[in-house]
């Protein structure tokens, strides 16, 4: 086990974040629906979905929702505004009386935009398992991830997931838009590595044309190739592709599984390589084998609405 993953909470809960879809806190019909949706995460959006004049109302809603609707398997998530707004204030102090499964901060830049709010989730007396996600979406957010992430496994650090906002980051950089992402992937690579090195995940950025299937399902693959864990998407009928494509396929589940048996048996026990159907497999493989497994598990779980086994129980 590395370092980083030593650090990971005992109290929190493992996660499978396939699709993570976004709602505005605003749209009471989208909200109803979410019970009926596969999607494994919900993000609450508070912010960019919701106009000025509308935030008060935002918040109400979300009271009624949280109230009514547990949503089992499904990982809870409120987007605020920005804390240097005239709602971040609020939009916190929300947060604290629902108690979501996470908060995802707009605009991280910087370390102290993830402490200062782990500190102020403290002072609140949150429970432990109530997590912080951070939006990167700046120039300074992507030269700092590493920053960010090292900060997230201090001790008290809340900091749990990352998620790319490309949109925010086309604005201020100026890079424009074009079919796949050819100008965007060494920073969405340098957010994974960064993420990686700390033992935390990063969630792929929304894809805008929801009824571009063909082009939704190439920005999934890419996403998987390059390591992301799941794709933020905005309109249910993407969560189907961003399942597929980031859960693991029968036959990779068949071939981990083949792959832990190997290491498993007796006259392996000492052995560092084994042969696998004339294949070469290190250890290193039976780790991925293992992790593969334990996402496929996870799917499951959530399907049926069982409680999540953390990996080392496994």
Known sequence: MSQSESQTSPSR????????????????????????????????????????EKKAEARENLRTFFSAAPLPGKERIIRINALSSNFGAEDMALVAELEPDAVLLPKVNEPQDVTGVSDRLAEADAPETLRIWAMIETPRGILNTAAIAEAGR???????????????????????????????????????LAVSAYGLEAIDSVFNDFRDVEALEA????????????????????????????????????????IIAAFAAPDAATLNVVNLGGRMVERLHLVQAERLVHKARLIEQRSSGAAATPLADI
């Open 13 to 52: 809960p493992a996660r499978v974040r396939r699709s993570v879809l976004s709602v505005p806190a605003i749209n009471r019909r989208a909200l109803d629906k979410l019970s009926s949706l596969d999607c494994d995460a919900v993000i609450f959006d508070l912010e960019d979905s919701v106009s000025l």
């Open 154 to 192: 201090t001790a008290g650090s809340r900091l749990d997931c990352f998620v790319v906002g490309l949109n925010d980051l086309r604005k201020e950089t100026g890079v424009l838009p074009q079919p796949g992402r050819t100008y965007l992937v060494p920073w969405l690579m340098q957010v994974v």
């Open 219 to 258: 920005e999934c693959a890419e996403g998987v190739a390059m390591g992301f864990a799941g794709k933020m998407l905005i309109h249910p009928g993407q969560i189907e592709a961003a399942n597929r494509h980031f859960g693991p396929t029968e036959a990779a589940i068949a071939e981990a599984e083949a």
